[in-house]
């Protein structure tokens, strides 16, 4: 079936060090998904961090970027230079169908400290 | 940014009982979704709702449950009766067009049943 899967947390990083939070995907029911992350933050809701719907593109916001890589069937989260605002949970999804359903990894807890 | 307001964010029931949770989606939007998240594991897609019907819906999305909005007014997810295996966190969601490459999401209801 469809799945995502993530690196477990929780993580805990040195602010100023580079972060990665791997994540692949099996995607049996769309040859192409549109992947994503999402993010979210102590006491508010998941919203979207970046997003690639081409294989082989990448997606960056906010200092973070993924690439989309259909061989690996990949799409790892990094930042070079962590800052304590990035303290959230990290969520990697595939999108699937025409109604934009979405699946989701467990998600991964990242603590940035001082 | 776009907001989705779910009310309210925490409840509790006795098993058995019946639940509505509320979701006020993005006010342009068209496309409504529920997702749950029971504690510790993945966020999983429950159901999906266009213009007054229900689009897909997972093997979690039981008899019980049931969907609508009437009227242009609140989204809403009824269980009825609740068991105590529905206790979790239920995310409401949506999006202005089909295919959309961004969901936006409530900040979740976590239901308790007892």
């Known amino acids: 079936g469809d799945s995502v899967t993530q690196t477990e947390g929780p993580v805990t990083v040195s602010e100023s060090e580079s972060l990665i939070i791997n994540c692949t995907y099996s995607a049996t029911s769309i040859a192409y998904p549109n992947l994503f992350w999402y993010v979210r933050y102590p006491g508010e809701g998941l919203q979207l961090l970046l997003k690639v719907i081409t294989a082989g593109q990448k997606g960056s916001s906010r200092g973070f970027e993924a690439t989309y890589n259909k061989e690996t069937t990949s799409f790892h989260l990094q930042k070079a230079s962590v800052q304590e605002s990035d303290s959230a949970v990290y969520y990697c999804?595939?999108?699937?169908?025409?109604?934009?359903?979405?699946?989701f990894g467990q998600g991964t807890s990242l603590s940035v400290v001082p | 940014g776009p907001k989705v307001l779910q009310i309210p964010s925490h409840q509790i029931i006795d098993m058995g009982q019946m639940v509505t949770l509320n979701c006020d989606p993005v006010?342009?939007?068209?496309?409504f979704y529920w997702y749950k998240q029971i504690l510790g594991q993945q966020m999983e897609f429950l159901v999906n709702?266009?213009?007054?019907?229900?689009?897909?819906k997972s093997k979690l999305f039981k008899d019980q449950f049931s969907v609508e909005r009437p009227d242009g007014s609140y989204f809403t997810l009824k269980i009825q009766p609740t068991a105590l295996e529905d206790s979790a966190v239920y995310f409401c969601a949506s999006s202005f067009i089909q295919g959309a490459t961004e969901v936006f999401f409530g900040k979740g209801t976590r239901l308790t049943v007892v």
């Open positions: 006010s342009n939007h068209l496309y």
């Open positions: 709702f266009y213009n007054g019907k229900v689009m897909e």
């Open positions: 999804a595939l999108g699937l169908s025409s109604f934009s359903k979405l699946v």
